[in-house]
């Protein structure tokens, strides 16, 4: 079942081998101050991650999905209105979760291949005079359509008619690989997980709240016991959690920091555009077309790639794992079938990426696709050799 191939799925990522001895820990005491000493400096290193100095970060023994629910349940009461546009499977689950907890989802429809529509989402607000919609959220990077939102711009949406509505956006598959600034985009609620930018196992739900999040925090009705944030703090302040910790995990994630922060966050993102770029040539020199319409949308962490009838995605899915041990992404809800995904987040080199386009391109003429074999792979290798020329010239410079 292993295999010495990475895997090109948009999380998990591949694990680097010094993140998996980070996480081979004995136990120690969670009641003791080493305890402490390991979970408050990781805390402060998340809020770098997600660019925030007045947020409050928060580590949970969960998934993405779980620091969704905490979001959801630590900030809001049944029946309170929330805005929030469909484009995607995240983005849909995110929806689905909102109304379970039984409140008002108010969505706006959105083509798969498009990213949150700032400018509906002005009209909206601006008409919502008593000021009845409590939060818009916003999936910052959509992973089964391989488009990024403009956060930015939907903050100044909401700013545009002086709405107190909150702003809280998912950046599962972006925050530690692709820009952002939680402070500076005045987001409310980021949330992520552990197994994608951070490059760990799956097990932690990671999320930050700005001043005025935190606060309604108090007031919130919707019920919740294991995710309150409120527990949470109040055992923070004594170093240790309201139940046993995952301090496995947070070990891990504090030395994750350390490497990102070692690369630099500037170097992490360029690295993660350089590579999904080749990756881009490589589909354009195949002659298919990106999920994504357009390339202010484009994903550095996922490439959700159109496939012409005559090929199966699935099918391409399942043969790249049994002809070859690599693992590629499915096309998931509308696109089941009709796309594949390339995965390129987490500890990735140009070589690595080679490696999954030139599988790529052998599963897509073993499944009658007719691509020229080799033209992605010599368009990649354009881009990487050029890029690479670029950067030496940059240093010879500096
Ligand atoms: C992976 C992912 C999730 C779900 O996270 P889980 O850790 O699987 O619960 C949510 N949103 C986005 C954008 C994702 O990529």
Same mark, same amino acid.
């Given at each position: ?34 305890? #402490? ?9 998340? @809020?770098?991650?997600?660019?925030? @100095?007045?947020?409050? +970060? ?5 998934? #993405?999905?779980?620091?969704? /629910? ?6 809001? *009461? ?6 929030? %546009? ?19 989802? =108010? ?25 009845? &919609? ?7 990077? /959509?992973?089964?359509? #391989? ?18 509505? =909150?702003?809280?956006?998912? !950046?599962? %598959?972006? &925050? ?17 997980? %552990? ?9 932690? #739900? ?23 944030? !409120? ?5 923070? /302040? ?28 500037? +170097?992490?993102? +360029?690295?993660?555009?350089?590579? +999904? ?55 998931? !809800?509308?696109?089941?079938? @009709? ?6 987040? !987490? ?13 790529? /391109? =052998?599963?897509?003429?073993? =499944?009658?696709? *007719? ?28």
């Amino acid at each position: 079942m292993n295999t010495p191939n990475p895997v090109f799925i948009p999380g998990p990522t591949n694990i680097p081998d010094e993140l998996r001895r980070a996480i081979d820990v004995q136990t120690i005491d969670h009641r003791s101050s080493a305890f #402490g000493e390991l979970l408050h400096p990781t805390l402060e290193g998340v @809020k770098r991650i997600f660019k925030t @100095k007045t947020g409050t +970060a928060f580590i949970l023994p969960t998934t #993405g999905t779980g620091a969704w /629910e905490t979001a959801i349940t630590n900030t809001l *009461s049944p029946g309170d209105k929330v805005l929030v %546009s469909r484009y995607g499977v995240f983005s849909h689950k995110w929806i689905d979760l909102c109304e379970r907890h039984g409140l008002d989802v =108010m969505v706006v429809e959105q083509g798969w291949g498009l990213g949150a529509p700032a400018d509906t989402f002005a009209e909206i607000l601006a008409a919502d005079r008593s000021h009845e &919609i409590k939060a818009v959220l916003v999936t910052h990077n /959509e992973t089964a359509t #391989g488009v990024r939102s403009n956060i930015r711009q939907v903050r100044q949406a909401i700013d545009a008619s002086n709405h107190p509505a =909150m702003l809280y956006v998912d !950046g599962v %598959s972006s &925050i530690g690989s692709m820009d952002f600034r939680m402070d500076e985009w005045g987001v409310d609620i980021a949330i992520t997980g %552990s197994q994608k930018g951070f490059m760990l196992p799956p097990g932690l #739900g990671i999320l930050c709240l700005s001043e005025k999040a935190l606060v309604t925090t108090k007031t919130a009705k919707l019920s919740r016991c294991f995710f309150d944030l !409120g527990d949470m703090a109040t055992n923070y /302040e004594i170093g240790g959690y309201p139940y046993t910790p995952p301090v496995a995990l947070i070990k891990g994630l504090s030395h994750a920091i350390g490497m990102l922060e070692a690369e630099t966050l500037p +170097a992490v993102f +360029a690295r993660h555009y350089r590579i +999904a770029e080749g990756v881009r040539r490589a589909v354009s020199a195949w002659g298919f077309d990106l999920c994504a319409k357009d390339s202010h949308l484009y994903s550095d962490t996922v490439s959700t790639i159109l496939l012409p009838e005559s090929v199966d995605g699935n099918a391409v899915v399942a043969h790249a794992a049994d002809a070859y041990q690599v693992a590629f992404g499915a096309g998931l !809800g509308q696109l089941a079938g @009709k796309a594949f995904r390339i995965g390129h987040l !987490g500890q990735l080199t140009d070589v690595m990426a080679l490696s999954g386009i030139a599988t790529a /391109e =052998m599963v897509l003429s073993d =499944m009658g696709a *007719s691509i020229q074999m080799g033209s992605g792979v010599a368009a990649a290798q354009e881009f990487y050799r050029s890029s690479h020329a670029a950067n030496a010239r940059m240093k010879r410079a500096a």
